[in-house]
């Protein structure tokens, strides 16, 4: 299988483990010709700012941090390349990270985007947009963000559908390439492939303006289409019945809790991208899974996106 052949690995600066780059390396070892980058953006706002030097001065300066890390990269680099693997190293200057890395996706045609995450705090979360979330909405390639060591074999993979997609063709669609994706990497891995899906609670201003509103066959006329659904997915992605998972609740609740509990290597969900201050304050399904999981997460972007990060 040929899925992965061109892989640009986000590199942490202020992480002494790569967890990227070794998630990287597992699946390059497992494809035939693949290639892996790494990725630095650097930048220091006072060389921007010093008055106190030329703008050649700044330059040689900006120059001079850039180098160093290329060889920095090129240290990490080295060890794998003596393996036979092909890897290399792109480093430039930029004060937006996500947006250096999504310009040289444009392009340079990568097809998956690998970087390691940590916790955001609540407060940031609401007041900053950080890489990790600027990634999830606007990388036009899977992301696939790393938190565990490695992959083990005979692990599980938690797929997030949604089950009204197929009464709509864009997540219909979605849902889809989340399940591909998934088939392939259990191939690739050798693992289990399971998908969950959450149903709403009965609306509670339905319940409370009409009395004759029955909650109980509501919820139950909800939960056999959910099933329903879930189960025509799993048969047409040769998915075992009994690795579907149907929970009430809030998607980002029940996925994290049913991937927590089957120990989950690996959650696959679609990010689609919002802008404005909603987003910002809000987040979406994709955002809020993130420091809930213990698994790496991998985030498909609708077929057709369009990234807003332009070439310059």
Known sequence: MLKYRNILVYIDPTQEQQPALQRAVEIAQKEQDAKITLFLSCYDLTYEMTSLS????????????????????????????????????????????????????LKN????????????????AILFTPTDWNLLRKCPIPLLLVKADSWPENANILCAIDCKSIQDDEQHDLSESILTEANDIAAMIKSNVHIVNAYPSPPMNIMMELPEFDPIHYEDGLKKIHQ??????????????????????????????????????????????????????????????????NSDLLALKPKGFVSPIKLT
């Open 54 to 105: 030329s703008a050649e001065e700044r330059q040689t300066m900006q120059s001079l941090v850039i180098k160093d890390n290329q060889e920095w990269l090129n240290t990490l680099a080295a060890p794998y390349a003596e393996q036979g693997l092909k890897i290399s190293c792109e480093v430039c200057w930029h004060n937006r990270p996500f947006q250096a890395a999504i310009q040289l996706i």
């Open 109 to 124: 045609g990568y097809d998956l985007l690998i970087k390691s995450t940590h916790p955001h705090s609540q407060l940031s």
């Open 228 to 293: 329903e659904t879930l189960n025509e997915y799993a048969k047409k992605y040769n998915i075992d019945p009994k690795n579907t998972h149907l929970h009430q609740g809030i998607p980002e609740d029940v996925i994290s809790n049913v991937a927590n509990e089957l120990d989950a290597a690996l959650v696959i969900l679609g990010s689609v991208g919002h802008s404005g201050i909603g987003a910002t304050l809000l987040g979406h399904t994709a955002e809020q899974v993130i420091d809930k999981l």
